[in-house]
């Protein structure tokens, strides 16, 4: 860049500093000479829709249930600010057991020494799983605890994740995918069967504390779509398993339920194939229709479309 140039760079500059110090002195003492008088009294009403939550907060089995959506990550936890319950309070005793203290050393010593913070998810999916499937508020405090972090770090991951559940829950965590594969392919059909077969919605526990009915986003098994996840908290930490069920009917999950209330292991995984091979699909998210041949697609797919791309050619030309 030619000097003169430069030259002409640095006296605007020079310029827009003078300009903005003037500026302030203005608005200085513009402030100095002005007279503030008091803002007036408001009164401030609850919204509707916290005066909805508050009043959707049931509480049953030792947890709230939602009637509506709350504000949390998860849809079962109606908040993501902590309020005394009778089972989760400051006086709620949490701590690992010697079994699992090892495991926590032994997940500990997978990150260098002085980063034991980097273990805080793995440590509070371990806590969750021996607190039966809920993090309590101590719970998240002795996570803290024995990872030498600030505790508001914990809370502050815990309330992001909706992996991690602050409210009680029940036996097995049923969790239906929303994601668009899974609704294209008849999730909400499968939510409905739930929802009947259960007699509770997203976010609610099943009066005998068996079953919590929830929503997550994809699981990675679109393939097999639609599918549901469910989280087995009746065997503790050695016990625990989070299993997939896939190629969903309403049947299907109807079933599904009935063998856990019997104590039965239901089949995992796709429930009407072998693994992910094209022989068949769930059409009109109702039915399993097996595959033809070599012929994968089993009805008309439900779009949305895209518009006529010639006819837009058309057009333009």
């Not at 827009?16 to 007279?35: A, K, M």
């Not at 990550?73 to 699992?100: C, G, K, R």
């Not at 992001?160 to 049923?174: A, E, P, W």
């Not at 769930?282 to 439900?302: F, I, R």
Request: glycine fraction near 10%; aromatic fraction near 8%.
């Amino acid at each position: 860049m030619p000097p003169s140039t430069l030259a002409q760079l640095a006296r605007r500059r020079a310029q827009g500093l003078v300009g903005l110090v003037n500026r302030l002195g203005e608005v200085q003492g513009i402030i100095e000479t002005s007279t503030i008088s008091p803002l007036p009294a408001v009164t401030v009403s609850p919204s509707p829709r916290a005066e909805s939550v508050a009043h959707d907060r049931s509480y049953t089995n030792g947890s709230f249930a939602a009637g509506s959506r709350g504000y949390a990550t998860n849809s079962h936890d109606i908040l993501n600010v902590h309020m005394d319950e009778p089972h989760n309070n400051d006086e709620t005793p949490f701590a690992f057991t010697e079994a699992n203290r090892a495991r926590v050393e032994e997940i500990c010593s997978r990150y260098p020494s002085n980063w034991r913070q980097s273990a805080v998810i793995p440590v509070l999916d371990l806590a969750q799983q021996q607190n039966d499937g809920w993090l309590s508020l101590n719970a998240m405090r002795e996570v803290a605890r024995v990872l030498g972090m600030a505790e508001i770090r914990v809370f502050e991951v815990a309330t992001f994740y909706t992996m991690f559940n602050r409210s009680k829950i029940g036996k097995y965590h049923v969790m239906v995918c929303g994601t668009t594969p899974c609704m294209l392919q008849g999730s909400k059909k499968i939510y409905g069967a739930l929802k009947e077969e259960l007699g509770v919605d997203y976010g609610q526990t099943t009066s005998d504390g068996m079953f919590t009915l929830g929503e997550m986003e994809c699981m990675g098994a679109c393939v097999n779509a639609p599918m549901i996840a469910i989280a087995d908290y009746t065997k503790g930490v050695e016990g625990f398993s989070y299993t997939y069920y896939e190629d969903l009917t309403p049947g299907d999950v109807k079933a599904i339920v009935g063998d856990l209330r019997a104590g039965k292991t239901p089949k995992k995984g796709s429930q009407h194939r072998w693994k992910a091979e094209p022989s068949g699909a769930v059409v009109g998210g109702e039915k399993w229709v097996p595959s033809e041949g070599s012929k994968t697609l089993q009805g008309t797919p439900p779009g949305p479309y895209c518009r006529d791309l010639d006819e837009g050619e058309a057009k333009e030309g």
